[in-house]
């Protein structure tokens, strides 16, 4: 049974910097690219980064390149998210996710939440001004 538990969210003034977890357990993730996403109340949830398990190479929202890093750990099984320089636009809530690799080779389709097939449950990230 596949887990993704996401950790490290919290709350931090603007400027700050977060570091998100995400523990995935249950299967070889090694086919599979993980992803960030964060969701605002009454909207869709939004893609912010995702990297590849195997090769790691990363990809990024526009509006966070610069600011986020994500990294995996393939020895821990872990997915993290580095975010500097938060703004109050950054309060969300946090997933992690897991997808097919090939989904990594279009932007369309690597920012589609529904082509991930497991997700956690969420962190919530909050930034004051």
């Known amino acids: 049974q596949v887990r993704l538990v996401e950790s490290g969210g919290g709350l931090v003034q603007a400027g700050g910097s977060l570091r998100l977890h995400c523990a995935a357990s249950g299967r070889t993730f090694s086919g599979y690219a993980m992803g960030w996403f964060r969701h605002y109340p009454g909207k869709e949830r939004a893609f912010v980064a995702a990297?590849?398990?195997?090769?790691?190479?990363?990809y990024y929202a526009d509006s966070v390149k610069g600011r986020f890093t994500v990294s995996r750990d393939t020895a821990e099984s872990t997915v993290n998210l580095q975010m500097n320089s938060l703004r109050p636009e950054d309060t969300a809530i946090y997933y992690c996710?897991?997808?097919?690799?090939?989904?990594?080779?279009?932007?369309?389709?690597?920012?589609?939440?529904?082509?991930?097939?497991?997700w956690g449950q969420g962190t919530q990230v909050t930034v004051s001004s």
């Open positions: 996710a897991a997808g097919p690799r090939g989904i990594l080779k279009m932007t369309s389709v690597r920012t589609d939440p529904d082509e991930y097939d497991y």
């Open positions: 990297i590849d398990w195997i090769t790691g190479n990363t």
